[in-house]
Nanobody, 115 residues
Framework: QVQLVESGGGLVQPGGSLRLSCAAS????????MGWYRQVPGKQRELVTI???????NYADSVKGRFTISRDNAKNTVYLQMNSLKPEDTAVYYC?????????WGKGTLVTVSS
């Protein structure tokens, strides 16, 4: 079982920035596919971004040019740098991993963008 622990959420004004972190357990982190999803109450969870073991990234159109995913394999950690935040980015952000042939989820961290 892979455990994922998110941190870094909070309240930020529109136009501001936040960086989320996700620490993963396991000895094979460098081979995990990692990503971030988000969910607004009453709506489906949606993919924000994903990064392969080789560093290839994909982003939802709604965050392209504003969000950046990165990973530090030495620290078993994936990051989500969020810039130019908008109120519509408000959601619970979940860390996601494909590892050991299974999908794994963190418990989520709340990001609120509001003035």
């Amino acid at each position: 079982q892979v455990q994922l622990v998110e941190s870094g959420g909070g309240l930020v004004q529109p136009g501001g920035s936040l960086r989320l972190s996700c620490a993963a357990s396991g000895r094979d982190f460098s081979n995990y596919v990692m990503g971030w999803y988000r969910q607004v109450p009453g709506k489906q969870r949606e993919l924000v971004t994903i990064i392969s073991s080789g560093g290839t990234t994909n982003y939802a159109d709604s965050v392209k040019g504003r969000f950046t995913i990165s990973r530090d394999n030495a620290k078993n950690t994936v990051y989500l740098q969020m810039n130019s935040l908008k109120p519509e980015d408000t959601a619970v952000y979940y860390c996601y991993a494909i590892a050991l042939g299974m999908n794994h989820w963190g418990k989520g961290t709340l990001v609120t963008v509001s003035s």
